[in-house]
């Protein structure tokens, strides 16, 4: 990743060990984090992780591919600019070039 650090969040629930990991490896170029909001975060939380992770970019994850977890990312994009935290859309299949 030319020396970038990236975070992949995985399933998981937002946890406040997000800033020990942000502080013992950043800074982080990228976040993944997941907004699904079934046995995962929802927007609300994740918003609360990029907080925590404060990187660069964040962008959302699974999402969308059944009908329980379908979100609004857009207002996830919102919510983390409010927040002074950029995230990003990545379409499936996408490339996306971390700054």
């Given at each position: 990743?030319?020396?970038s650090?990236?975070?992949?969040?995985g399933?998981?629930?937002?946890?406040?060990?997000?800033k020990?990991?942000?502080?013992?490896n950043?800074p982080l170029?990228?976040?993944?984090?997941?907004?699904g909001d079934?046995f995962t975060?929802g927007?609300?939380?994740?918003?609360?992780?990029a907080?925590?992770l404060?990187?660069?970019?964040t962008?959302?994850?699974?999402?969308?591919?059944f009908?329980?977890?379908?979100q609004?990312?857009?207002e996830?994009v919102?919510?983390?600019a409010?927040?002074?935290?950029?995230?990003a859309?990545?379409?499936?299949?996408a490339?996306f070039t971390?700054?």
């Open positions: 990743m030319g020396g650090t990236i975070y992949h969040a399933d998981t629930g937002v946890f406040s060990d997000m020990l990991i942000a502080e013992l950043g170029a990228a976040a993944l984090l997941p907004v079934n975060m927007i609300d939380d994740a918003v609360k992780a907080e925590f404060a990187a660069g970019v962008i959302p994850m699974h999402y969308d591919t009908d329980w977890i379908n609004d990312v857009q996830f919102k919510k983390c409010a927040k002074g935290r950029k995230a859309i990545v379409k499936p299949g490339r971390i700054e």
